[in-house]
């Protein structure tokens, strides 16, 4: 049985812990056994399911404020259950994430009834080939002719790419330099001039896309916010959701610490489970005081954001640093206690494995959090001064 003791914690309301209840009884209930040969249908029908039940009206928000607290939750949940079903309710909310803080009322009508429903599928455009973690050198351009912003340019590794309806993208509007010549708008996949030029694979596979612009026309009306905010909406968007992949990690070694209890509990060797073994013990007790750690830092930052913080850039960076960092840790152990099960395709402990990896590269690498934090702490000290 997994650990739910953090949900005493005062972090949560009783909203909050209801919610947890209930997606763990739906998860359970309808997570196991799915057919995962065809990525890109079962995230149509993830989609879908989440939609029908309720859990999607958490990712994005028409008239309110995103609750970060139960998006967090929300993806631990999932992750512990399905890999899949994690990121399909993680990129409604990426996805549609600029929508919910900085849309128009007819934007956010248009399209996170659709999505909010599970009747569209959406998808966060940001990352280009010379230019991931470096936002401010996108080379993506967007022209003002007229009433009409004139598309041109590449996208790259962009989760649903290929199967999203909507896609909140990012391109230079040419407002002034660097980080400040961007604008986002809000695009629907069929336009004239927009294809998927390359599908990629992974090995944790997820629907992974190239996208390209050639003199794709669009509204100007489908601009986020105003010109030259496109930076600003990008950190604001990211500031609310890294959290939630330090989450989705955390679910992920949860479910790696539960699986090996189960193994060293009911393994034996010479007449002994592997329980009795204090190696064994010990890589049980680093587990579980990862978990809790990292689960104290993912709810910190998601409780200051709920509680008004404007931004939470390093409570936010020090999760997703920690947590997914850890979480790798503990399912490298995790495949240790399982032994050659740990590594045989198919077993739910070789699936952590892959997952894990990516979630320490997108919506910033490691590294990049560790400048976050460190310009966060240098900035503070000088400002004391």
């Known amino acids: 049985m997994t650990d739910k003791s953090f949900l005493s914690w005062p972090f949560f309301d009783d909203n909050h812990r209801a919610l947890a209840a209930n997606l763990d009884t739906w998860a359970r209930d309808n997570l196991a056994g799915l057919d995962h040969s065809h990525t890109d249908q079962l995230c149509r029908d993830l989609v879908k399911m989440l939609g029908d039940a309720g859990y999607l009206k958490y990712s994005a928000t028409i008239d309110d404020v995103l609750d970060v607290r139960s998006l967090c939750l929300i993806r631990e949940t999932l992750a512990r259950y399905d890999g899949l079903a994690d990121f399909s309710f993680a990129m409604q909310g990426l996805g549609t994430g600029a929508l919910s803080l900085f849309g128009s009322d007819a934007q956010k009508t248009e399209w996170l009834t659709k999505t909010r429903s599970g009747n569209a599928i959406s998808a966060f455009a940001l990352t280009e080939p010379q230019s991931g973690s470096d936002v401010a050198n996108s080379t993506m351009t967007a022209t003002l002719d007229n009433d009409e912003y004139i598309l041109n340019g590449e996208k790259t590794w962009i989760s649903n790419g290929g199967i999203a309806d909507v896609y909140t993208l990012f391109a230079r509007t040419g407002e002034g330099l660097g980080a400040?010549?961007?604008?986002?708008?809000?695009?629907?996949?069929?336009?004239?001039?927009?294809?998927?030029?390359?599908?990629?694979?992974?090995?944790?596979?997820?629907?992974?896309?190239?996208?390209?612009?050639?003199?794709?026309?669009?509204?100007?009306?489908?601009?986020?916010?105003?010109?030259?905010?496109g930076f600003k909406i990008a950190m604001s968007v990211l500031d609310v959701f890294r959290p939630t992949v330090a989450a989705a990690a955390l679910g992920f070694a949860r479910r790696a610490l539960d699986?090996?209890?189960?193994?060293?509990?009911?393994?034996?060797?010479?007449?002994?489970?592997?329980?009795?073994?204090?190696?064994?013990?010990?890589?049980?007790?680093?587990?579980?005081?990862?978990?809790?750690?990292?689960?104290?830092?993912?709810?910190?930052?998601?409780?200051?954001?709920?509680?008004?913080?404007?931004?939470?850039?390093?409570?936010?960076?020090?999760?997703?640093?920690?947590?997914?960092?850890?979480?790798?840790?503990?399912?490298?152990?995790?495949?240790?206690?399982?032994?050659?099960?740990?590594?045989?395709?198919?077993?739910?402990?070789?699936?952590?494995?892959?997952?894990?990896?990516?979630?320490?590269?997108?919506?910033?690498?490691?590294d990049v959090q560790k400048v976050i934090i460190a310009r966060q702490e240098i900035g503070a000290a000088r400002g004391a001064k």
């Open 259 to 366: 699986e090996s209890l189960e193994r060293v509990t009911s393994r034996h060797v010479q007449g002994s489970p592997l329980s009795d073994l204090q190696l064994v013990q010990g890589h049980i007790a680093d587990m579980a005081l990862d978990i809790d750690a990292a689960a104290l830092l993912v709810y910190r930052a998601a409780w200051a954001k709920d509680n008004g913080a404007a931004r939470i850039t390093r409570e936010a960076a020090m999760a997703k640093l920690f947590a997914t960092e850890r979480a790798q840790e503990v399912i490298d152990k995790a495949v240790q206690l399982h032994g050659g099960d740990g590594v045989r395709n198919g077993h739910i402990i070789e699936s952590l494995y892959r997952e894990i990896r990516a979630l320490r590269i997108y919506e910033g690498a490691s």
């Open 180 to 229: 400040k010549g961007l604008s986002a708008f809000i695009i629907p996949d069929k336009i004239d001039g927009f294809e998927i030029s390359e599908r990629l694979e992974t090995i944790a596979p997820h629907p992974l896309a190239t996208l390209k612009f050639t003199d794709s026309r669009i509204p100007a009306t489908w601009m986020i916010g105003n010109p030259g905010e």
